[in-house]
Structure formats: structure tokens, C-alpha cells
């Protein structure tokens, strides 16, 4: 059973505890909040469910890409930023080596 969840602080740090428990799967979450470009938040959020723990690491925008992972933002017809889950996913199994990782989105209310 899972008892703790704990945010990691950068992504080398989840990527190195990734290659060390070797999870199953990783969750992952696109988060777009924000009323107008000019305050658009558009960030992602990853989770590791382990045996004992939930690791989550949430990377933010710098530029026209996220500040940690450099996973690059694309603009639809009317200049909105978004992340294609194509880019989280392949990032993900590239950088971790493992292409046979489940990596499933979650989508919240």
C-alpha cells in the first residue's frame, strides 16, 4: 500500500529514482489554466506510483518550452500554446530507455 507522496524537485532527480525502482507505468497530466494568453499556465505533471510511495514531479513553462524537460510547445490556429502528449510520451521512453513502460494520461475535472 501507498502511504506517501512525495514531490520530487527536478527532473534529473525523477528521472534517476525511475531507472533506480523501475515502476510499471508513469502517469502523466497536462495542466492548462489561465483566462487569457497573457496568463497562461500550461504545465505537466508527472506521477510514479511505486509500492510505497507516489513520486510527483511538475515541470513549468520557460519560453515556448517546458524549464526542465525542454518538451517544446506547439500553437494552435488561434496561438494558444499546448503540449502534445505524442512529445510527453516519447520524451518519457527515450529518456528513461524503456520502451515497453506504460505511460497513461489522467485527466482530471
Known amino acids: 500500500m501507498r502511504d506517501h507522496v512525495v514531490k520530487v524537485k527536478s527532473w534529473e532527480e525523477f528521472k534517476r529514482l525511475a531507472m533506480e525502482l523501475k515502476p510499471d507505468s508513469i502517469v502523466y497530466n497536462i495542466e492548462q489554466s489561465g483566462l487569457s ?10 506521477i510514479m506510483p511505486t509500492k510505497e510511495n507516489y513520486y510527483i514531479f511538475i515541470d513549468f513553462p520557460k519560453d515556448e518550452k517546458l524549464r526542465e524537460t525542454s518538451i517544446p510547445f506547439h500553437r494552435d490556429k488561434r496561438g494558444s500554446r499546448y503540449i502534445e502528449e505524442v512529445d510527453v510520451i516519447n520524451f518519457l521512453k527515450t529518456q528513461l530507455g524503456r520502451e515497453n513502460l506504460t505511460i497513461c494520461s489522467y485527466w482530471t475535472i
Do not use: I
Not at 37 to 46: F, G, M, P, V, Y
Open 37 to 46: 494568453s497573457a496568463r497562461e499556465l500550461t504545465c505537466l505533471r508527472l
